[in-house]
């Protein structure tokens, strides 16, 4: 609670909703669903669909490489391997089955810390060059 000339006024809280973005909708689905069980909700245009990814919502919209995500930058989208130092961890119970179904649709195991911290964690890309890790229960 803040307060506010004396008086207590509740918080508020953003909700947050965490966006991908990737050349080919269709892909991106195949690929999210089949590794990590993300469900789509909705499809409110053709090129973005809302997913449930358990206690997330995802936005994954289709973005051409060479686009440009801001008027206000220079950068542009591409889809060869990047890094931001924004990225998803992923917790999954069988983290083995989740790193073998990741490389069987087309996305990079990296590196792998299996002994290093209390939970096996891998660093990863999918077939995006979008950035994440997975980690075990």
């Known amino acids: 609670m ?10 508020a809280r953003a909700t947050v909703h965490v966006s991908i973005d990737v050349p080919d ?11 990590f069980g993300f469900a789509e909700t909705a499809r409110p245009f053709p090129t973005m669909a809302i997913l449930d990814a358990n206690n ?6 289709q973005k051409q490489a060479g686009s440009r995500s801001s008027p206000a930058g220079a950068d542009v989208r591409r889809y060869e391997r990047h890094w931001t130092p924004v990225h998803l961890d ?15 649709e087309g ?11 209390p939970k096996p964690a891998a660093f990863c890309s ?12």
């Open 2 to 11: 803040t307060v506010t000339g004396g008086s207590r006024k509740p918080r």
């Open 25 to 35: 909708l269709e892909a991106g689905l195949q690929f999210y669903a089949s590794v």
């Open 56 to 61: 997330v919502t995802v936005c994954m919209h």
């Open 90 to 104: 992923l917790h999954v119970r069988d983290f083995d089955l989740a790193l073998e179904k990741l490389r069987a």
């Open 107 to 117: 996305g990079t195991v990296e590196n792998e810390f299996r002994s290093e911290g």
């Open 126 to 137: 999918d077939p995006f060059g979008n950035g994440f890790c997975v980690i075990g229960a």
